[in-house]
């Protein structure tokens, strides 16, 4: 009797400290504040980028590419970096195929520099951050 006791105490343990463990609200990031690399898309591109009074940088990726996954921390650097002069946005190409044909997307990453709603520069496939300076600096 006491061992089947046991038994069940530490089976109730167990399924409480996995209850705990799997629905437990996610943790809030440690960093507060808006996000320095936004994301855009077909309904607001226009506002985003075109109307923007600061110089943009887009970023055209997607989920499955890997250089496009090795970019993406460079880009936050830039954001961080030029944050209060340029701003960035992210636009994920498979959901947002319009806006990947108009601007003639056929490799990726991609990026594109604006400025007054004009592309002043863009650099196609992975670059680091020096290679992507003087490229953002055209818009400034």
């Given at each position: 009797?006491?061992?089947?006791?046991?038994?069940?105490?530490?089976?109730?343990?167990?399924?409480?400290?996995?209850?705990?463990?799997?629905?437990?609200?996610?943790?809030?990031?440690?960093?507060?504040?808006?996000?320095?690399?936004?994301?855009?898309?077909?309904?607001?591109?226009?506002?985003?980028?075109?109307?923007?009074?600061?110089?943009?940088?887009?970023?055209?990726?997607?989920d499955w590419c890997g250089p496009c996954k090795m970019l993406a921390p460079i880009v936050e650097d830039l954001a961080k970096e030029y944050d209060g002069k340029v701003v960035f946005y992210r636009i994920n190409i498979d959901k947002n195929e319009a806006l990947a044909n108009k601007f003639e997307i056929t490799s990726i990453p991609a990026l594109k520099v604006f400025k007054n709603g004009k592309i002043v520069a863009d650099a196609l496939g992975f670059k680091t951050a020096e290679q992507l300076r003087p490229e953002i600096q055209k818009a400034l």
């Open positions: 009797m006491k061992s089947a006791l046991l038994s069940t105490l530490v089976v109730i343990a167990l399924a409480s400290s996995f209850a705990l463990t799997c629905c437990a609200a996610p943790e809030t990031s440690k960093t507060s504040g808006p996000e320095l690399v936004k994301v855009s898309g077909d309904a607001s591109f226009q506002k985003d980028v075109l109307e923007s009074k600061l110089p943009v940088v887009v970023d055209f990726y997607a």
